[in-house]
C-alpha cells in the first residue's frame, strides 16, 4: 500500500503564497501520473495540476500562470507552489499517484484564502 501525506495548508491572505507538500511512501520516479485536485465546500473534486513520469504538465485554466506542480524524486515529494490566491482557490486540496492498477489519495489539506 502507497501511503501519499499532505501538508502545508492554512490561512493565507488574498493575493498571498502557498506552497503544499506531498510526501509518497515510495519512489515516485515509477508513478506514472501524479496530480493535486481540489474541493471546495459544496463542489465536486476537480483536476487542478499534474505531471506524467516523462515531465509533462497540465493545469487547470482558473489557475494557469499562479499555480505550478513540481517534483523531489530524492525526496519523493511532490509540491503544488499556489501564488497569487484568491477566496476562489478555497478548497480542501488532495495529492493523487496513480497508473496502470494502482490508484492513490492523500488525506487532504486545508487551504483558506480570507480577503
Given at each position: ?29 515509477s508513478?506514472?501520473?501524479l ?14 495540476v499534474?505531471?506524467?513520469?516523462a ?17 523531489d ?30 490508484d492513490f ?11
Amino acid at each position: 500500500q502507497v501511503q501519499l501525506v499532505e501538508s502545508g495548508g492554512g490561512l493565507v491572505q488574498a493575493g498571498g503564497s502557498l506552497r503544499l507538500s506531498c510526501a509518497v511512501s515510495k519512489s515516485i520516479i515509477s508513478i506514472n501520473l501524479l496530480a493535486w485536485y481540489r474541493q471546495a465546500p459544496g463542489k465536486q473534486r476537480e483536476l487542478v495540476v499534474s505531471m506524467t513520469r516523462a515531465g509533462a504538465t497540465y493545469t487547470a485554466e482558473s489557475v494557469k500562470g499562479r499555480f505550478t506542480i513540481s517534483r523531489d524524486d530524492a525526496k519523493n515529494t511532490m509540491y503544488l507552489q499556489m501564488n497569487n490566491l484568491n477566496r476562489k482557490d478555497t478548497a480542501v486540496y488532495y495529492c493523487r499517484g496513480s497508473g496502470l492498477g494502482y490508484d492513490f489519495w492523500g488525506q487532504g489539506t486545508q487551504v483558506t484564502v480570507s480577503s
